[in-house]
C-alpha cells in the first residue's frame, strides 16, 4: 500500500467516532477513593460556560492532560476533575438581552462544553462534575460564609467603594484594571455603600510565611505578584497632635516606612474622601473641600496613585504638631492618599518622596533633605540610603547614622516619649465581596429592625435564588433581589417580626475559592465536602490555569484553606502544591480578535485537522509557558506525523508477547533512550522536548523497517508499543486505535509504563568533537570511558585536524572527555 493510500486509510474523524463511545462506557479515569494505589490529584481551572471551548481552553487541557494520563501510566490513582463557574455577569446581562432565566444561558453553555470537552479526550472523572450555581453547591457557599462571620472573618461596613456604572456593580479593587472594569471595560468610579467584607488581612503575614515551601514549583512572577499585593512594610505609627479651628485638639496617627525622616516632614495630607478629612476641615475651608471631594470621587483608585497625575488638594485651614521639632505644619487633604491605607493620613517629607516633593512644588511648601544624596546627584527627591542630616533636637541626634539604625534609634525614642511605636503594615486590603446582581449565590443574611444582622439557620440553606427574568433583572443601582418582595420579605428568625434578606449577592471568586475542596465528595449532603476525602486526596498536586489569576482566584483560595486549616476541616495550609501556568494562543503576533480579523476558531481546526492534530500541535509549539503563535505552527504538519506513526502500527508483524530479546538492538537502544528521555522530560514539564523524542523514534523505527529490520522482528513492535503509549498523552485517538491494530485490549492510557533495560542504555560509542581555534575540523568515534589523554592523542593523530594545524604550534589542548577536544594554535 502507498503512502498516500496510507494516509486515506487513517480518517481521523471516523477514529474519533469510534472511540469516544468506547471511552464512555469504559470509563477509565473514574478516580477510586478506595484504592490502594498513591493518590495524585490533577486540576485545571474551571471554565466558566460562556459558550463553546475556545483556544484557549483548547491549550490549557491538552497542557493539563499530558500531566494527569502521565501520571496514571506510572500508577499512581488519579483524580482529574472538571466543573463550571457557573454563577456572573455575563449569564446575567444575555438573560436581560433575551428575556430569560440566566440558568437557561448558563446551563445550555454547559452542556456544549462538556459534549467538547470530551470529544477533545480529556482524562475527566465525569463521576465528580459540579456547577456552582447548583443550589447543592451555593448551600454551602453559604454555610462557609456563616461560619466565617462566626469567626469574625466576614463582617460589614460604610465605606468608598469601586462602582461600575454600566454594570451597575461593586468590585474589588483587584477587579478594577487601568481604572477599568476587568468585565466590561467601563470607567470605575467611586460610591459610598454598606458592604460585606472578608477579613483577609488577619491573614496577611501567614499568606506571605507559606509562600516559602512553593518556591520551585510555583511560577517565580506568581510568588512575586502575590508578595506585591500582600505588600508588607515595617515602619512605625507616629502620633501627631491636631489643632482644631475651635481651639481643641486632636490626636491624628500615620503610619511611616521611613521614621527616620521624621524631621523632615513638612506637611501632612488626609484622603480626601476619607471621614477624617471632613471631621477637622476648618468651616471656613469647608466649601472648598467639598467641592474638591466631588473631583475626587470620579476618580479611580489607579488614576489617584498614578505617579505622573498631577498633584491637587485642598489646605483644611488647620494644623499638627510634628512631635520631633514641635513645629506646626498645615495638614492639606488630597487624592494622592486613599482611605483605606494605614490610617488614611500621611506625614509628607517631601525631600525623601517623590509625589510629596511634587505636591511641595505644587503649592510652594518647604522641603527638607533629611538624607545626604549621594555625589552628584541632581534630582528633586532623593529616595536612595544614605545618612542621616538635618535630623537633630535636644534629646536625640539621627545625624551620620545609615538608615537601618537611624529608624531603630528613632522608633525607640519615640516609643520611650509616647509618642508613637514600631510596626508592620499591609498594603492587602479586605476582600469586598457584596455584589448588586441577581446571578450569584445570595448573602446568607437577614436585616431585623430589633435584632440587626441575623445570620439564616443552617436548616434553611439553601436560600435559594428566586425565578427572576429578563427585565426584572436589569441594573437598578441596587441588587434586583431587593424588588423580588416575596423573596426578600421575610420573618426574623430570632424574634419573629418583619424583615429582609440581605439583597446582594456574593463575588464568583467565592465559590471558586473551595470548589477543589468540594470535588472530593460532590455530592455530599451532609458537609460542605468530606473530610477524611479530602485528607485523602488534598492539597491538589498540580494545579494549571492562566497567570491573570495570579493575584484574584489564587490569594483567595490561600485564604480559604487557611481559615479551614483553622477550623480543623483541612490538614493542610496551601492548597495547590504545584502550579502550571500557560502561555496564551496568538495569531500574527497579536491577541486574536474579530476587529483584527485575526481569530482562530477553534471548532474550524477541529474540523481540518482532527482532535490529535490540535492537541498535538498547542503541546508540541514550545514550552508550556511560552505563548504560541497559530501563524508559525503546522496542524497540517502534526496530522501528517500522526498518520507515520499510525502506520508503524500496521508494519507490525510479531505476535503480542514476542520475546524482544533477540530483536535488533540498535532499534531496542533508542526504544528504552526514549522512555527514559521521557520520563525526565515530562518530570520536568519540557512537554514538546518529548514529542520530538516521540518523533525521532518513529523515523528511527522506519529507517530500521527501510534497512533490513523486518516487521516480524519483536524490536519492531516494542518501539510502535511504546510511540502508542507516549502518544497517549497528547493524541489519545491515534494511540488507541495503534494500541488495537497492536493487537492489545483498549484502553492504552491505563497500561504501565514501559519499563527501561538500563544495558540498553550503555553507549557503545560517542561522538567526540574535535575543533582548532574554536572551528570544528574533525568527529571521532570513541569509547564513552576514554580517558582525556587517550582523546588527546586521537584527536592530533586525525588527519582532517592535522592539516588544520598546519605548521602552526600547538600551545594548549583542552579536553573535555569523552565529547570535546580544543585545539588552541
Not at 142 to 165: D, H, I, M, T
Not at 337 to 349: K, P
Amino acid at each position: 500500500m502507498s503512502e498516500r493510500d496510507e494516509q486515506v486509510g487513517y480518517d481521523v474523524h471516523a477514529t474519533e467516532a469510534k472511540w469516544l463511545p468506547v471511552w464512555e462506557k469504559l470509563d477509565p479515569f473514574r478516580a477510586d477513593d478506595d484504592s490502594p494505589r498513591e493518590k495524585r490529584y490533577a486540576l485545571t481551572m474551571f471554565p466558566y460556560p460562556s459558550g463553546d471551548l475556545h483556544m484557549g481552553h483548547a491549550e490549557v487541557t491538552a497542557l493539563h492532560d499530558v500531566i494527569a494520563r502521565y501520571w496514571w501510566l506510572r500508577g499512581y490513582e488519579v483524580m482529574n476533575p472538571m466543573g463550571w463557574d457557573s454563577f456572573g455577569l455575563p449569564a446575567e446581562n444575555a438573560a436581560i438581552r433575551n428575556n430569560e432565566h440566566p440558568a437557561t444561558y448558563t446551563y445550555a453553555n454547559i452542556e456544549t462544553q462538556a459534549a467538547s470537552f470530551k470529544k477533545y479526550g480529556i482524562s475527566f472523572d465525569w463521576s465528580r462534575r459540579l456547577h456552582t450555581s447548583d443550589p447543592e453547591y451555593y448551600r454551602w457557599t453559604q454555610w462557609l460564609f456563616l461560619k466565617f462571620r462566626e469567626r469574625g472573618l466576614a463582617y460589614r461596613k460604610n465605606s468608598p467603594v469601586n462602582w461600575c456604572p454600566n454594570d451597575q456593580t461593586v468590585l474589588a479593587n483587584e477587579q478594577v484594571v487601568d481604572g477599568m472594569c476587568e468585565r466590561c471595560g467601563a470607567e470605575v468610579t467611586k460610591r459610598e455603600l454598606t458592604q460585606w467584607y472578608f477579613k483577609v488581612t488577619e491573614y496577611a503575614q501567614r499568606l506571605l510565611d507559606d509562600m516559602a515551601p512553593l518556591e520551585g514549583t510555583w511560577p517565580e512572577r506568581v510568588l512575586t505578584a502575590q508578595k506585591n499585593w500582600i505588600g508588607r512594610s515595617e515602619g512605625a505609627h507616629v502620633d501627631f497632635v491636631v489643632h482644631l479651628a475651635d481651639g481643641s485638639t486632636r490626636p491624628l496617627t500615620v503610619y511611616t516606612t521611613r521614621p527616620d525622616t521624621l524631621f523632615g516632614a513638612t506637611f501632612m495630607v488626609v484622603a480626601a474622601d476619607a471621614a477624617l478629612a471632613a471631621e477637622i476641615v476648618a468651616p471656613e475651608q469647608r466649601a472648598a473641600y467639598e467641592a474638591y471631594l466631588d473631583e475626587v470621587r470620579r476618580a479611580t483608585d489607579i488614576e489617584r496613585l498614578a505617579s505622573d497625575r498631577s498633584k491637587t488638594g485642598v489646605f483644611l485651614g488647620v494644623t499638627a504638631t510634628n512631635p520631633v521639632n514641635g513645629e506646626q505644619i498645615p495638614v492639606w487633604a488630597s487624592d494622592y492618599v486613599l482611605a483605606d491605607y494605614g490610617t488614611g493620613a500621611i506625614m509628607a517629607v517631601p525631600g525623601q518622596d517623590q509625589r510629596d516633593w511634587d505636591f511641595a512644588k505644587a503649592f510652594d511648601l518647604p522641603i527638607v533633605r533629611t538624607v545626604q544624596p549621594t555625589e552628584g546627584f541632581d534630582g528633586d527627591a532623593f529616595t536612595g540610603a544614605g545618612p542621616a542630616i538635618n535630623s537633630a533636637n535636644d534629646e536625640i541626634s539621627l545625624n551620620g547614622l545609615a538608615v537601618a539604625e537611624a529608624k531603630s534609634t528613632i522608633i525607640a525614642w519615640l516609643q520611650d516619649k509616647g509618642f508613637g511605636s514600631g510596626t508592620v503594615n499591609y498594603r492587602l486590603r479586605d476582600w469586598l465581596l457584596s455584589r448588586q446582581r441577581f446571578w450569584g449565590c445570595p448573602i446568607p443574611i437577614i436585616h431585623c429592625p430589633g435584632c440587626g444582622e441575623v445570620a439564616v439557620p443552617e436548616d434553611q440553606l439553601p436560600v435559594v435564588l428566586p425565578e427572576l427574568k429578563g427585565a426584572d433583572l436589569k441594573p437598578k443601582g441596587v441588587s434586583p433581589l431587593a424588588a423580588a418582595e416575596d423573596w426578600v420579605n421575610v420573618d426574623c428568625p430570632q424574634c419573629g417580626g418583619p424583615a429582609k434578606r440581605d439583597s446582594d449577592t456574593m463575588d464568583t471568586f467565592v465559590d471558586s475559592s473551595w470548589y477543589f475542596l468540594r470535588y472530593c465528595s460532590p455530592n455530599d449532603e451532609t458537609a460542605a465536602f468530606d473530610v477524611e476525602s479530602v485528607r485523602r486526596w488534598g492539597p491538589v498536586d498540580q494545579y494549571v490555569g492562566g497567570v491573570e489569576h495570579a493575584v484574584l482566584h489564587l490569594l483567595y483560595s490561600r485564604f480559604f484553606t487557611k481559615v479551614l486549616h483553622d477550623m480543623g476541616l483541612v490538614d493542610f495550609v496551601e492548597p495547590f502544591t504545584a502550579l502550571m501556568n500557560q502561555g496564551v494562543v496568538i495569531n500574527q503576533g497579536k491577541k486574536m480578535s474579530k476587529s483584527l480579523g485575526n481569530g482562530v476558531n477553534l471548532g474550524e481546526q477541529l474540523s481540518e485537522f482532527g482532535v490529535d492534530a490540535v492537541r498535538l500541535t498547542l503541546v508540541f509549539a514550545g514550552p508550556p509557558e511560552d505563548n504560541i503563535d497559530w501563524a508559525d505552527v503546522s496542524p497540517a504538519g502534526s496530522l501528517r506525523f500522526l498518520q507515520r506513526a499510525w502506520r508503524l502500527s500496521g508494519d507490525v508483524a510479531s505476535p503480542v508477547g514476542a520475546d524482544v530479546a533477540g530483536g535488533d538492538v540498535g532499534l531496542r537502544k533508542v526504544t528504552h533512550k526514549t522512555i527514559h528521555e521521557a520520563e525526565a522530560l515530562l518530570d520536568s514539564h519540557r512537554f514538546n522536548v518529548m514529542i520530538a523524542k516521540v518523533m525521532e523514534l518513529v523515523n528511527a523505527t522506519r529507517k530500521a523497517i527501510d534497512s533490513g529490520c523486518g516487521p516480524a522482528d519483536p524490536a519492531v513492535r516494542e518501539a510502535a508499543e511504546t510511540v502508542a503509549i507516549l502518544l497517549s498523552l497528547v493524541a489519545p485517538y491515534t494511540a488507541e486505535e495503534m494500541w488495537e491494530r497492536l493487537g492489545h485490549e483498549p484502553t492504552v492510557a491505563r497500561v504501565s509504563w514501559p519499563v527501561v533495560d538500563p544495558a540498553l542504555l550503555v553507549e557503545d560509542s560517542v561522538t567526540a568533537v574535535v575543533q582548532v581555534q574554536g572551528k570544528v575540523r574533525g568527529r571521532l568515534e570513541v569509547s564513552p570511558d576514554i580517558s582525556e589523554a587517550d582523546l588527546e592523542a586521537a584527536a592530533l593523530a586525525d588527519e582532517a585536524v592535522q592539516r588544520a594545524i598546519g605548521d602552526a604550534v600547538v600551545k594548549k589542548v583542552i579536553v573535555r572527555a569523552p565529547k570535546l577536544v580544543n585545539i588552541v594554535v
